[in-house]
Every structure is written in structure tokens, then in C-alpha cells.
């Protein structure tokens, strides 16, 4: 659009934890317009966590959220021209974006795991998340160590 911005839809919460970030999450887990099993998929997934990580005294959805927050990036970078020559230049992200890039990496990288079932691979995402290693926290640290080799073009920015 060119004028305004488009108006934000506002999100139910899921029925089990009453939360929206859970809401968000499920809508990108879904294929195809299959909500129902996205959510089941979801909520298995963090009964495989439960079973997994009993030993840790925060429940499966405090371990998914911290899980979510240890793969948020803090900066991005973008391309951008500079008289014919191309730099990357890191940018702060916006919240709402921060949580999108974070949420659609764990759906991705659960996507490419190797397992039985999307929820045994998701499950192993959200737990290789929550220890700070897996794909998807690997991408955050590439796109921080990215940022930071860049750093001298962020005068560029505006």
C-alpha cells in the first residue's frame, strides 16, 4: 500500500495456554490452512518437552518462550547501493519483527530436522533452542557476527 499502513489484525489467544504469541506461532506452523493439526502439533511437541526436560524446574511453555527469546536477533543487516558498490549495513529490528524472524526460523529449521514426526522435530528445535545451539540459534549468531563485521558501514544507514 502506498499511503497507509495496513491495520494490525488482532489475534485470538490459543485455547490451552490463553496466550497469542502461541497463536502466532501455530500460524506459521500451518500448511495449507490445517490449523487444527498445527496446534496439535504444537501441543504435542511440548508434552515431548515436558517428558524430555522434567528435570528443569520451568514448565514447556516458559521453556519454549525462553527458547523463542534465545533466538531473537537484536540487529539485521540489509543491502543497500552506495554509488554502484553494495554494502551490508546492520539495522535495529522492530519488536514485532524481531518475534516474526524468531518464530519462522524455529518453524523452518524444526522443518529440516531429522525425526519421525513434526512434532518430535519441533520438540527438538525448541529444546536445542532453550540450550543456545540448533540451526535456528546458529542463525542468529550468523546474522550478529554478520552485523558486527559490518559495523563500519552503519553510517550508511537512514
Not at 36 to 55: G, H, R, T, W
Not at 123 to 148: C, L, Q, V, W
Request: no cysteine; glycine share 6%.
Amino acid at each position: 500500500m502506498r499511503k497507509s499502513r495496513p491495520k494490525k489484525r488482532i489475534l485470538l489467544p490459543d485455547p490451552v495456554y490463553n496466550d497469542t504469541l502461541v497463536t502466532r506461532f501455530v500460524n506459521n506452523l500451518m500448511v495449507s490452512g490445517k490449523k487444527s493439526l498445527s496446534y496439535q502439533i504444537f501441543y504435542d511437541a511440548l508434552e515431548i518437552v515436558k517428558k524430555k526436560m522434567e528435570n528443569e524446574e520451568l514448565g514447556p511453555l516458559e521453556i519454549w518462550k525462553k527458547a523463542l527469546e534465545n533466538i531473537t536477533p537484536a540487529v539485521e543487516v540489509r543491502s543497500r547501493r552506495v554509488g554502484g558498490a553494495t554494502f551490508q549495513i546492520p539495522q535495529p529490528i522492530r519488536d514485532s519483527r524481531k518475534v516474526s524472524i524468531s518464530i519462522k526460523s524455529m518453524v523452518s529449521f524444526a522443518r529440516k530436522r531429522s525425526g519421525r514426526s513434526m512434532s518430535e522435530k519441533l520438540a527438538g528445535e525448541i529444546i536445542a533452542a532453550y540450550n543456545e545451539e540448533g540451526g535456528a540459534f546458529k542463525k542468529k549468531e550468523d546474522t550478529h557476527r554478520m552485523a558486527e563485521a559490518n559495523k563500519a558501514y552503519s553510517h550508511f544507514r537512514f
